[in-house]
Each structure stands twice: as structure tokens, then as C-alpha cells.
């Protein structure tokens, strides 16, 4: 980042006075040396992910009173001395002499409310994970605990094990996914199953004719050993073996579904390459899960559909269990489906920025991080995902339309190495149905698809750009989650297909 921008854009953050973050630290003066060099170290360690950390010496961080909000810039500032700047500058060369690596920064003087600030503008680099040394522990003046140091929200602090292995993957720049697998060769990968991805994302056809080694090498799946031989790499393994837990354990799905009125649990396992699983978990629940009523008013033409699950974010959830997995741990994706909620447990966190508190907190994540890139942007390919970082904007949406309690994350600590998402039951179907009338109300509403259904069908071909919510305004008593549904059945039957962008995209009806 150029020095210009980092100088306008500190400026901009104590003008709009922005509260401290995972990149943003305020110190009244020099004297919280210990404070600032773990900072500093936090900072270049880069544990959430941002594009730069400043920084900020001069700057005295209060309360709103009025707003609630915490540590903000006061204002106006209460500044550094013309006179002392050259000298705290030369301080903080020292101060962060403390750290190694040697780490990467910028010390910037600029001026506000009439008066000098310093900005240490810390960027982040791949020579880490960044410590401070022995010497500031024992420098009477610093006293800080010899440690690699990471910022989490506003607080930089020593990371727990799970950080601090995660902080170590990071900077040896490991990615199980990009990994030649240790014993798959390109022998264990599907040809069929290679053709049928190069089909559904639309590959022109001479790469659809290749011999299965030029197209493996096209697609980046293999490499040569130095044994001799082509190995699949561990992202192949997954998307194209028949089989891929002989080769990376538990790398599947399993279903365990409470038995009604019993206090025991029945299991399916879904196996198989990965975007296989994804859709078949996705029947599974259409077809064994998924419910709903209608309710009519009697002096209304409209009827509105109730569904104790919406199939959107039952799907966004799955997909996304399968997809954040870490593949190097020997656990599975396990989904639970009780009488009143679903839950998706996968044995390792979200990637920061990401965390537990922001899935609760925020409906977008513009700045997510991919444990898998490989398999990212295959997904994204097969539209097993729409948009990077949305997946659970929709599922919550999806909720929210449907009325549902809100989408919940465990666990509410920073040890335990796992995500659970929890999507309870719609509470008035609940109050509705018992678990004996599931059959009855599900069959209820497969005697409306087929009106519903040609009227999609219908407004496709008279405007291929239509979205769902648009289709929803035109079908009364339908919702939007609802039409989504029904499309996804009639691309499933190869009734019609998707070309194009999501945004820029048309349907195209292949038959009535």
C-alpha cells in the first residue's frame, strides 16, 4: 500500500472516529511500550486477515457516553509535541527492533485538530509467525512476555493451541487440499466423474475429449511423483475418487436422524465425491425431511406455505459444512436432525476473519478466507454456491422468511475446535404438527408443485432474466424461498438450466 494511502486513510478513520479493531490501536503516548509492541506483533502476525494494522501514538482512546461505543479517538487529539517527534520515532525503530522476524512497517507523522499524531502502518508478511524476543521481557522499560502475539477483535493477546496451530499452518503456507494425496494415483480418479463436471460447468467440448491423462493435467488434478507415476492431489481425491474415504478418512457425510417417539438415533452415510454428497444430502431432505402446510382463508384466493424447514437454508448449511471441512482431521461432516432442530457440526472454526460471534452477529463476509480454494471455486463452478461469502446471508434470509427462529453458532468459547449451526424448527409448525402427520402435510403441498411449477415454467420463457423474487411476486401465496424450491427440483429433472452469471444469467427451458 502506497504511503499516500495509508496517511489518507488513518486520517479518515479519526475523522469518522472508528473504534479499535482487529487493525486499529490507539496509545495516548509512548509510554505503554509493552502495549505497543505487542500490538505491533499482533499486527504483523495478521491472525484476522487485514489488509494492513495501524497503529496510532498520540491518540487517546475514550468511551461514547452516548452512543455505547468503546475506545474511540478522543477529539479533538491530544496530540505530540513538534519537538518530541523525531525522538519517539526513533524509539519506536528501537521498541520494534523487539520483534522477529524483522517485521514490515512504515512510521508516518501527519497533523490533526491542529496538532501531530504518529501512525506505525504494520503490514502483514510471509517470513512469520512474528515473536517478540527475550530481550523486551527482561528490558526494564517493556517488560513484555516473550510470546508470537495475535489481535483478536481489540485485544492482542497470546494465542490458545488451536490459534496458535492455526497461526503456524498460515505461515508454512499449508493447504491439505493443494497436497499431492500420499498413496491416489490418477488410476483412482473417475473418469466419468471428471466428464460429468466439465459438462456441468459448461467446458468446451475438445477439452470434454480428452484421454483422461490430458485432461487430469488440463485441470491441475495430478502431478508427477518423483517416484514416477502421476499422484492426485488431495482436491481431486475429493471431487473425482468413487470412493474418497479410502484415500482421506471420514471425508463424508453422516445423517443421524432422531427415530420419533423413541429415544434412539438412526445413521445414514453419504459417500462419494464431494459434490455428489452435496446434492445427495440435499434429497435426502426434500424427501425425508422437508415438510409443510398450507393455510387458506376462506374469502382469499391466496394460501401461504408453511415449511418446519426451508430448503434454502438447509442447503447453504450443508454445502457449507462440506466445503469449510478440514479434510486433514479424521472427523466427518455430521448433520443431526432432532424433533425440533438440525444441526451441522464440523470439528474445526471458520477461518478469520470469521469467527463464531461474527456468524451470530453479521448476514455477510466479504472478506472470507478459504480453507479449501480448490474446492471454492468448484463449487462455485457447479453453482453448489452462489456468491463467495453469502452462503449464510441466504440461509438466514431464508429463515426469516419463513418465520423461523433466528440461525444459531456454537460453541460459545474460544477452546473448543468446532462449528455447530443449529436451525430450529419453524415454532408454528410445531405447534401444528407432531411428527406422525409429516407424510400427510408433505403430500399436501406436492399436489400444488405441478400448478405452481408451470406457472415458473411460464414466466421463464416469457422473461428468461426473471429472479425468484420477482417469480414470487407474480405466484401469490408463494415466497421467494419457495420458488427457489421448485427450481431447484426442475434443474434437478432437467426441465431447465441456468446460463450464465447470477446476476446476468438467463433460464432456459429445456421442456415443459
Not at 474418497?244 to 478418512?249: S, V
Given at each position: 500500500?502506497?504511503?499516500?494511502?495509508?496517511?489518507?486513510?488513518?486520517?479518515?478513520?479519526?475523522?469518522?472516529?472508528?473504534?479499535?479493531s482487529?487493525?486499529?490501536?490507539?496509545?495516548?503516548?509512548?509510554?505503554?511500550?509493552?502495549?505497543?509492541?505487542?500490538?505491533?506483533?499482533?499486527?504483523?502476525?495478521?491472525?484476522?486477515?487485514?489488509?494492513?494494522?495501524?497503529?496510532?501514538?498520540?491518540?487517546?482512546?475514550?468511551?461514547?457516553?452516548?452512543?455505547?461505543?468503546?475506545?474511540?479517538p478522543?477529539?479533538?487529539?491530544?496530540?505530540?509535541?513538534?519537538?518530541?517527534?523525531?525522538?519517539i520515532?526513533?524509539?519506536?525503530?528501537?521498541?520494534?527492533?523487539?520483534?522477529?522476524?524483522?517485521?514490515?512497517?512504515?512510521?508516518?507523522?501527519?497533523?490533526?485538530?491542529?496538532?501531530?499524531?504518529?501512525?506505525?502502518?504494520?503490514?502483514?508478511?510471509?517470513?512469520?509467525?512474528?515473536?517478540?524476543?527475550?530481550?523486551?521481557?527482561?528490558?526494564?522499560?517493556?517488560?513484555?512476555?516473550?510470546?508470537?502475539?495475535?489481535?483478536?477483535?481489540?485485544?492482542?493477546?497470546?494465542?490458545?493451541?488451536?490459534?496458535?496451530?492455526?497461526?503456524?499452518?498460515?505461515?508454512?503456507?499449508?493447504?491439505?487440499?493443494?497436497?499431492?494425496?500420499?498413496?491416489?494415483?490418477?488410476?483412482?480418479?473417475s473418469?466419468?466423474?471428471?466428464?460429468?463436471?466439465?459438462?456441468?460447468?459448461?467446458?468446451?467440448?475438445?477439452?470434454?475429449?480428452?484421454?483422461?491423462?490430458?485432461?487430469?493435467?488440463?485441470?491441475?488434478?495430478?502431478?508427477?511423483s518423483?517416484?514416477?507415476?502421476?499422484?492426485?492431489?488431495?482436491?481431486?481425491?475429493?471431487?473425482?475418487?468413487?470412493t474418497?474415504?479410502?484415500?482421506?478418512?471420514n471425508?463424508?457425510?453422516?445423517?443421524?436422524?432422531?427415530?420419533?417417539?423413541?429415544?434412539?438415533?438412526?445413521?445414514?452415510?453419504i459417500?462419494?465425491?464431494?459434490?455428489?454428497?452435496?446434492?445427495?444430502?440435499?434429497?435426502?431432505?426434500?424427501?425425508?425431511?422437508m415438510?409443510?402446510?398450507?393455510?387458506?382463508e376462506?374469502?382469499?384466493?391466496?394460501?401461504?406455505?408453511?415449511?418446519?424447514?426451508?430448503?434454502?437454508?438447509?442447503?447453504?448449511?450443508?454445502?457449507?459444512?462440506?466445503?469449510?471441512?478440514?479434510?486433514?482431521?479424521?472427523?466427518?461432516?455430521?448433520?443431526?436432525?432432532?424433533?425440533?432442530?438440525?444441526?451441522?457440526?464440523?470439528?474445526?472454526?471458520?477461518l478469520?476473519?470469521?469467527?463464531?460471534?461474527?456468524?451470530?452477529?453479521?448476514?455477510?463476509?466479504?472478506?472470507?478466507?478459504?480453507?479449501?480454494?480448490?474446492?471454492?471455486?468448484?463449487?462455485?463452478?457447479?453453482?453448489?454456491?452462489?456468491?463467495?461469502?453469502s452462503?449464510?446471508?441466504?440461509?438466514?434470509?431464508?429463515?426469516?422468511?419463513?418465520?423461523?427462529?433466528?440461525?444459531?453458532?456454537?460453541?460459545?468459547?474460544?477452546?473448543?475446535?468446532?462449528?455447530?449451526?443449529?436451525?430450529?424448527?419453524?415454532?408454528?409448525?410445531?405447534?401444528?404438527?407432531?411428527?406422525?402427520?409429516?407424510?400427510?402435510?408433505?403430500?399436501?403441498?406436492?399436489?400444488?408443485?405441478?400448478?405452481?411449477?408451470?406457472?415458473i415454467?411460464?414466466?421463464?420463457?416469457?422473461?428468461?432474466?426473471?429472479?425468484?423474487?420477482?417469480?414470487?411476486?407474480?405466484?401469490?401465496?408463494?415466497?421467494?424461498?419457495?420458488?427457489?424450491?421448485?427450481?431447484?427440483?426442475?434443474?434437478a429433472?432437467?426441465?431447465?438450466?441456468?446460463?450464465?452469471s447470477?446476476?446476468?444469467?438467463?433460464?432456459?427451458?429445456?421442456?415443459?
Open positions: 500500500m502506497q504511503l499516500l494511502d495509508i496517511k489518507r486513510m488513518a486520517h479518515d478513520i479519526l475523522e469518522n472516529q472508528s473504534v479499535e482487529s487493525s486499529i490501536e490507539y496509545k495516548k503516548s509512548l509510554n505503554f511500550r509493552d502495549k505497543i509492541l505487542k500490538t505491533a506483533c499482533a499486527f504483523a502476525n495478521n491472525y484476522m486477515n487485514n489488509e494492513i494494522g495501524l497503529l496510532f501514538i498520540g491518540i487517546e482512546e475514550v468511551d461514547n457516553k452516548e452512543t455505547g461505543e468503546k475506545a474511540i478522543k477529539r479533538p487529539i491530544e496530540g505530540i509535541k513538534e519537538s518530541k517527534i523525531e525522538g520515532e526513533n524509539e519506536l525503530k528501537s521498541l520494534l527492533s523487539n520483534i522477529y522476524p524483522k517485521i514490515s512497517y512504515h512510521i508516518i507523522t501527519d497533523k490533526i485538530d491542529n496538532a501531530y499524531y504518529i501512525v506505525v502502518a504494520i503490514e502483514s508478511g510471509s517470513n512469520g509467525p512474528f515473536q517478540t524476543i527475550e530481550r523486551a521481557e527482561k528490558d526494564k522499560d517493556i517488560r513484555l512476555k516473550m510470546g508470537r502475539y495475535i489481535r483478536v477483535g481489540r485485544d492482542s493477546r497470546l494465542p490458545n493451541t488451536i490459534e496458535e496451530f492455526e497461526l503456524l499452518k498460515k505461515f508454512a503456507n499449508f493447504s491439505f487440499c493443494s497436497n499431492l494425496n500420499d498413496t491416489a494415483t490418477i488410476d483412482d480418479l473418469y466419468e466423474y471428471m466428464k460429468e463436471y466439465l459438462i456441468h460447468t459448461g467446458a468446451k467440448k475438445d477439452i470434454r475429449e480428452m484421454s483422461k491423462l490430458d485432461m487430469a493435467k488440463s485441470m491441475g488434478l495430478i502431478s508427477e518423483k517416484y514416477g507415476g502421476y499422484r492426485a492431489k488431495n482436491f481431486a481425491v475429493l471431487m473425482f475418487a468413487e474418497p474415504n479410502k484415500f482421506i478418512q471425508a463424508h457425510v453422516e445423517i443421524i436422524r432422531e427415530i420419533n417417539t423413541t429415544d434412539k438415533m438412526e445413521s445414514k452415510k459417500d462419494g465425491p464431494i459434490w455428489i454428497q452435496a446434492k445427495q444430502v440435499s434429497k435426502y431432505f426434500e424427501e425425508s425431511i415438510a409443510s402446510y398450507t393455510i387458506r376462506a374469502d382469499k384466493i391466496e394460501h401461504k406455505i408453511i415449511y418446519n424447514y426451508p430448503l434454502t437454508a438447509f442447503e447453504e448449511l450443508a454445502t457449507n459444512a462440506i466445503l469449510h471441512k478440514e479434510y486433514d482431521t479424521p472427523e466427518y461432516v455430521g448433520i443431526y436432525v432432532y424433533s425440533d432442530r438440525i444441526s451441522f457440526v464440523n470439528h474445526n472454526r471458520p478469520p476473519p470469521v469467527t463464531i460471534k461474527s456468524l451470530n452477529k453479521d448476514r455477510s463476509f466479504d472478506r472470507r478466507q478459504y480453507l479449501n480454494k480448490e474446492l471454492k471455486d468448484m463449487f462455485f463452478s457447479l453453482n453448489l454456491i452462489e456468491s463467495y461469502g452462503g449464510i446471508r441466504r440461509a438466514k434470509d431464508a429463515l426469516l422468511e419463513n418465520g423461523s427462529p433466528e440461525l444459531k453458532f456454537y460453541p460459545d468459547n474460544e477452546e473448543d475446535n468446532y462449528t455447530n449451526a443449529v436451525m430450529e424448527i419453524n415454532k408454528e409448525f410445531l405447534d401444528k404438527f407432531n411428527c406422525s402427520t409429516t407424510k400427510e402435510t408433505t403430500k399436501e403441498t406436492t399436489k400444488e408443485k405441478s400448478v405452481i411449477q408451470e406457472r415454467l411460464y414466466l421463464m420463457k416469457n422473461d428468461p432474466s426473471i429472479t425468484a423474487e420477482q417469480i414470487a411476486n407474480e405466484i401469490k401465496g408463494i415466497t421467494a424461498d419457495g420458488v427457489r424450491y421448485h427450481i431447484r427440483n426442475l434443474k429433472h432437467g426441465v431447465i438450466k441456468r446460463e450464465g447470477t446476476k446476468s444469467g438467463r433460464w432456459i427451458v429445456m421442456k415443459d
